[in-house]
């Protein structure tokens, strides 16, 4: 069961970028990420900052229309995960999740996940939420991080030291 564990204020992007230094490292192979939020909330930039936290590429574009946009280690240093960033949105039907090799992604890599709504029935037990929301000055965000024990456990470093 997921249950709230840790609230942080995200005052701009640089804040997003410090929590993902963090955050980043603590993602192994299997980990189902969700990312909740409106549009605009902040999600792909916080994709972004962990995939580059990770140094897995430069170039990191919104998966809006491809669907699945999939990032290599550099070098197999077998503890960097494989990173599968998805957005969604555009998903017709939670079925069309597997056209996309989502199972591949569940068992093998790390997935990041923006609507993950869209999956429907198929989002795994265990996933972590990150849950974005615009500050009421529509600047800042505030991250709302819910997930079972196990992930409590893990990020007992990012709870503790809020
Ligand atoms: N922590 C933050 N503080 C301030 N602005 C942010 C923050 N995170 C994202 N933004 C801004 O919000 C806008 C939308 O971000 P984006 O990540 O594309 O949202 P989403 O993927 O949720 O639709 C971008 O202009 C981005 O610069
Ligand atoms: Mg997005």
New binding site residues.
Partial sequence: MQTLLVEIILDDLTATKKFATVFAPLLRKGDVVALDGALGAG??ELCRSVIHALDLSDDVP?P?FNLVQIYEPKADDNITPVIWHM?LYRLESPEEAFELGIEDAFDQAVSLI?WPSRLGPYLPQGFLTLRLEIGHNGEARILKILGDDLWKNRLKKIVEDK
């Fill in positions: 999600k792909t919104s809006t957005d923006e």
